[in-house]
């Protein structure tokens, strides 16, 4: 149940995050908080009662790692074709 409701509150944020025009009410976050552009909209929905800090951080190792394994196989294919 407890993974349902997790799912259900990230399948709504990423909800809200498309629907969003690009702009934020929010002051700017902390320089140690900030995390990447792609997450801003996750990291301000502490107000809705959502630690948007946890889900934020979790978010950016994800798009870190999968930035990390895009460019290794961009490396892979480059040496391929030499």
């Known amino acids: 149940m407890k993974k349902a ?9 990423a909800a809200l995050a498309a629907c969003s025009d690009g702009t934020t009410d929010t002051p700017p976050a902390a320089a140690d908080e900030a995390g990447r552009p792609e997450t801003a909209n996750i990291r ?4 809705i009662g959502v630690d948007g800090q946890a889900i934020g951080r979790k978010v950016d190792a994800a798009l870190d790692a999968n930035d990390q394994r895009k460019d290794e196989l961009d490396k892979a294919i480059e040496a391929q074709e030499q």
């Open 5 to 13: 409701r997790i799912l259900g509150q990230a399948g709504l944020l």
């Open 44 to 47: 301000a929905t502490e107000a």
